[in-house]
């Protein structure tokens, strides 16, 4: 799939963090999609309990060096699934994504898969678990829209929410590299993409 960056839609800007509305064309989308296949044949979805043992509502994976994984034991990467075998290699087509994006100088390190099913959502947080927050943070957007909200550099105070839909990517880098952010919600029924409906979200880090 060639990446026509000529021809990819301008960056608007959110509180410091680019969104590329409709970065992937549908057919990009779908290959996008069937990538992802592999990816999860090889290192199946999990649902991950937080340290204080409560289920995480999204299911993740990830493909390349580290994964990110959540036990008791707390959050972390960890260069192997639970299941102990070695993330698979992160898709080529979601490589050039990030190169086309980024100005990172590396790839990423970590391909994390977060998958929303209706009344999944992720919680106010940060990326800071990585060794160098010069390198951006590339999300890539599958399937129903997602309400993401974007908050501040320290908990508490106003926030701004936008909706994330099939084909968006969006880079937290820069001063922005730190705000926290979520999804609150996810609606049903907005994208024909998975064919069982639910959103994907696809996260890009370099780690070490
Ligand atoms: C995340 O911050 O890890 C995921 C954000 C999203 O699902 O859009
Ligand atoms: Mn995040």
């Not at 590396?106 to 391909?111: A, G, S, T, V």
């Not at 990326?127 to 908050?151: C, Q, T, Y």
Request: proline share 8%.
């Amino acid at each position: 799939m060639p990446m026509e960056t000529e021809k990819r839609p301008a960056a608007q800007k959110i509180r410091g963090f680019l969104h590329y509305p409709g970065w992937l064309s549908p057919p990009e989308q779908r290959a996008l999609r069937d990538d992802l296949r592999g990816v999860v044949a090889a290192a199946p979805l999990f649902s991950p309990m937080t340290p204080y043992g409560k289920e995480m509502s999204v299911r993740m994976t990830s493909a390349g060096r580290f994964g990110w994984v959540s036990d008791r034991r707390g959050y972390r990467y960890s260069e192997t699934h639970p299941n102990g075998s070695p993330w698979p290699a992160i898709p080529p087509s979601i490589l050039a994504i990030w190169r086309a994006v980024s100005e990172s100088a590396r790839d990423p390190e970590c391909c994390l898969i977060n998958f929303y099913s209706e009344g999944a959502k992720m919680g106010l947080h940060q990326d800071r678990d990585e060794a160098d927050f010069g390198h951006p943070v590339v999300s890539i957007s599958l399937g129903d829209d997602g309400l993401f909200r974007i908050g501040n550099k320290t908990r508490g105070g106003k926030t701004e929410s936008l909706w994330l839909r099939s084909g968006d990517v969006m880079v937290m880098e820069g001063d922005a590299r730190l705000l926290y952010h979520g999804i609150d919600r996810i609606a049903p029924g907005t994208s024909t993409l998975l064919p069982k409906g639910g959103r994907i979200n696809i996260t890009l880090r370099v780690v070490t």
